[in-house]
């Protein structure tokens, strides 16, 4: 999903992590493969957020989706491979 300016800040206030700007190269190549989403870097790799089921009620959560991880090579690279969900659990609003 692609996130708004508020969500990315919020999303940040939780996970340690870089967006990649909308107007990067890879942005495009990105979205054709996984389609229209805010992608983040971090020690581990590329990720995204998607929605999750909440079970609390009012309250809407993203969940981190793993998209590639850095290999060992000199300088390392990112390699991609099939989209693994992650544990963590980004709060993306809360309704009152």
């Known amino acids: 999903m692609r996130l708004t300016s508020a969500l990315v800040e919020r999303t940040l206030s939780q996970l340690t992590a870089e967006p990649i700007p909308d107007d990067h190269p890879a942005v495009a190549q990105l979205s054709e493969l996984y389609g229209d989403h805010t992608f983040f870097l971090d020690t581990k ?27 060992n090579s000199d300088p390392p690279k990112l390699a991609l491979h099939e989209p693994e969900p992650t544990e963590v659990l980004i709060v993306l609003d809360t309704t009152h």
């Open 45 to 71: 790799g590329l990720s995204i957020v998607e929605p999750a089921d909440s079970s609390e009620s009012g309250t809407q959560m993203g969940q981190v989706v793993n998209l590639a991880n850095w290999n």
